[in-house]
């Protein structure tokens, strides 16, 4: 069987289309390979090659074949579009959260900004805050891991 | 204050208030506790309206600040488009009531109406994502300069009246933003982002031109080449390289 290379920028990029599209599935298939990308609970990622594949119903059950191998750590917390991030409510005020300070079930952690569009970024679980990846104003892709809540 | 209402089509529910901290704030305490699409925030003047980033928008009396309560089951990532058809729907209305001879109006990165170069309106939206990633509302802030406008900005700002439309009340901006607002949102839901693109761009000040874009810790000078599929400002810099900007304070060098 050969070797099915993840093409991360790939994945990423439709995934980024996916989210900006508001579609729930993404197929796309270049001579033997193919990439799936869906929308679930978690962005779900189906690699595998296309024939035998073909025949197959979408997600019945098949593992994913391949996973990115930058798969986020347990806790993160991703950037659910491209926009530019701030840690504060406002220049010069004090950040929503600092490492090691325990966060409720749906307390904002940042702020993510597109065109105007103010997205809080809410605590998926309560917890502590393990790490901040991101800086003030700082640009994210779709898919970025913001911070890490555990 | 008059008794009379504005008379909006039934798509909207007017809560209507005589002052309030902010139209915004109170449509997302609203939406929070089950509002449904269309509740639109109207009040007379807001003790703490805000901008973007921790900025006052000035609340006086006499001019128009609502909020609508939408809740349109997209992608985080797709609500920018909504501020786009809210400025188009809110420049199909302001120019309606724009006098003859008052200069064109167009629209400002991402989405500010600009009459003769001088900010009229503004719009700021604030979303909040449900569990499953989805929208679950979003708040269109909508803030129109009618009978005054403040003097000490960073950018130039004008109102309906310095512009020549006489007369014209918060009620009937109201009634007439109601019309064009929800048309452009009607358009976006059949249609999509292509048709909003479109015309956002036919009004577009600055398009091709030289213009500085303000970010938070840095300006950048380029030219703006392009509006992406997703609303993002594209500028070309002097050497050639392309940067994709999702926020940030478009300015124009003097004329």
């Known amino acids: ?150 | 204050m008059s008794d009379r209402l504005p008379r909006l089509p039934s798509f909207y529910r007017l809560v209507a208030h005589d002052r309030i901290d902010s139209t915004s704030e109170e449509a997302k305490r609203l939406a929070a506790s089950g509002a449904v699409e269309g509740t639109l925030v109207w009040a007379r003047e807001q003790t703490a309206g805000r901008g973007r980033r921790g900025r006052v928008w000035s609340s006086p009396p006499g001019n128009l600040y609502v909020s609508l309560v939408l809740r349109p089951a997209c992608a985080p990532g797709a609500a920018a488009q909504l501020g786009f058809a809210a400025a188009v729907g809110l420049g199909a209305a302001l120019e309606s009531l724009l006098p003859a001879g008052a200069g064109m109006l167009q629209f400002k990165w991402p989405n500010d109406l600009l009459v003769e170069r001088r900010k009229i309106a503004g719009i700021l939206l604030d979303a909040s994502t449900g569990a499953d990633g989805r929208l679950d509302w979003l708040i269109l802030g909508i803030g129109v300069n009618i009978e005054s406008f403040p003097d000490q900005t960073s950018y130039g700002a004008t109102s309906l009246r310095d512009v020549g439309a006489g007369a014209v009340t918060v009620e009937q901006v109201l009634e007439v933003l109601g019309v064009h607002l929800l048309r452009t949102l009607d358009q976006w839901r059949r249609e999509g982002f292509a048709p909003i693109r479109r015309q956002w761009l036919s009004h577009a000040l600055g398009l091709g031109e030289r213009i500085d874009v303000r970010l938070e810790q840095d300006t950048l000078s380029g030219r703006f080449v392009e509006l992406s599929d997703s609303g993002a400002l594209t500028l070309e810099l002097p050497q050639g390289e392309r940067r994709i900007i999702a926020a940030g304070d478009v300015f124009y060098p003097a004329l």
């Open chain 1, 1 to 150: 069987m050969p070797k099915f290379d993840v093409d991360e920028s790939l994945v990423r990029k439709l995934a980024g289309l996916l989210e900006e599209t508001g579609l729930n599935e993404i197929e796309y298939e270049i001579s033997d390979q193919r990439i799936r990308v869906t929308r679930g609970g978690a962005t779900m990622i189906a690699a595998a090659q296309a024939a035998p594949m073909a025949q197959a119903p979408a997600m019945a059950g098949a593992a994913p074949a391949a996973a990115p191998s930058d798969a986020p750590p347990a806790g993160a917390v991703l950037s659910p579009m491209v926009g530019t991030v701030y840690v504060s409510p406002e220049p010069g005020a004090p950040p929503y959260v600092k490492v090691g300070d325990q966060v409720a079930e749906g307390q904002t952690l940042l702020i993510v900004e597109a065109m105007k569009v103010m997205n809080p970024i809410p605590a998926p679980r309560a917890g502590k805050v393990e790490q901040i990846l991101v800086s003030d104003a700082q640009p994210v892709e779709y898919g970025d891991v913001l911070l890490v809540v555990q």
